[in-house]
Each structure stands twice: as structure tokens, then as C-alpha cells.
């Protein structure tokens, strides 16, 4: 495991973190990794070549830079529907902003319902 960053996954949904951790450290990461390459037993070095050539693809930067803020609205909105003291409506508000506006969009995309539609419901 790369000594620069530690995944510890557990039932508290540290994804948000990671991500931002991964982009914040990418160039690093894929230096440490190609640097690293050389020196380390067979296995390690075919985990450590394919963890930079992840890193060395600059669509799956993209791909990290387009989900994390999605992850970020989700990861929050999850945190508040697990909390314990949080106002329903509240709640029930913000799911609306979230989710609302994702769904509308690809639903008009697919042709499944107009504009209009949403507009007449949403009032």
C-alpha cells in the first residue's frame, strides 16, 4: 500500500474524502508510483504499473474531477438522513433541491416528459 495515502472504507462513507485526496495528490501519486515501479517484488510492481498508468490516463482525471461533487451533494445528503436531530422538512427540501433538478434533466433528455410538465408540478 503507497504510504502517501491510507483507504480506510468503513460504514462512515469516507468516498468524499478519498477522491478529494486522489485529485488534490495525483501528480504525486503518479510519480510515487513510477518511481517506486523498479524497486518493489513482482506483484507489487504489476500493482504499482497499473495504479500509474490509472493515473497517467487523463480520463479517468476527468472522470474523478466530474463525480466528486456529485459525491459531495450525496455523501451530505446521506449524512442528514442518518442523523438523528435534523428537521423532516428540512430534509425533505433539500432531497427536492438535490435530486430534483438531476431527474428532470434526464427525463426531458429521454423524451419521457416536457417541460411543461414539471412546471405545472412543481407549483
Not at 17 to 43: C, D, M, P
Not at 83 to 99: I, T
Request: hydrophobic letters at 45%; one cysteine or more; glycine letters at 4%.
Amino acid at each position: 500500500m503507497c504510504p502517501l495515502i491510507s483507504l480506510q472504507l468503513h460504514a462512515g462513507c469516507q468516498e468524499v474524502k478519498v477522491i478529494f485526496n486522489i485529485l488534490q495528490n495525483w501528480h504525486e501519486l503518479f510519480a510515487y508510483f513510477r518511481a517506486t515501479e523498479g524497486t518493489l517484488h513482482s506483484e507489487a510492481r504489476n500493482k504499482a504499473r497499473e495504479l500509474g498508468n490509472m493515473l497517467a490516463d487523463d480520463i479517468n482525471y476527468l472522470y474523478m474531477v466530474f463525480v466528486s461533487p456529485i459525491v459531495t451533494k450525496f455523501e451530505r445528503l446521506n449524512a442528514l438522513f442518518q442523523s438523528k436531530n435534523v428537521d423532516p422538512e428540512k430534509l425533505m427540501d433539500l432531497h427536492y433541491m438535490v435530486l430534483h433538478p438531476r431527474v428532470r434533466q434526464k427525463w426531458e433528455q429521454d423524451g419521457l416528459v416536457s417541460s411543461w410538465v414539471w412546471t405545472k408540478v412543481s407549483e
